[in-house]
């Protein structure tokens, strides 16, 4: 296996644990500006206020983008095995 063949295999796993984890942590990060925004206009600073909305949104993520999420990684993990033996050479 050359350094161009880990580095490629690198990226792409890289790429893929992104893609992976972008709709849960944008949700989350979406619902926290907003929660965050409410609070400071309403002056209410409840630490727990923001936790509950947060989990709700996460889960809501998961459950919508849940498949996709699941065949992009079996995609990737196919590819890999599929490669396995070419690589191993």
Do not use: H, Y
Not at 20 to 43: D, H, R
Request: proline letters at 3%; glycine letters at 4%; aromatic letters at 6%.
């Amino acid at each position: 296996m050359s350094v161009s063949e880990v580095a490629t295999l690198g990226q792409q796993a890289l790429l893929v644990a992104l893609l992976v984890s972008l709709p849960v942590l944008l949700s989350a990060l979406i619902v926290g500006v907003l929660i965050s925004l409410v609070q400071a206009v309403t002056q209410i600073q409840e630490m727990t206020l923001t936790f509950v909305p947060k989990i709700i949104a996460t889960m809501v993520a998961l459950v919508v983008f849940g498949p996709w999420m699941m065949q992009v990684l079996m995609s990737f993990t196919t590819n890999l095995f599929q490669q396995a033996a070419r690589l191993a050479r």
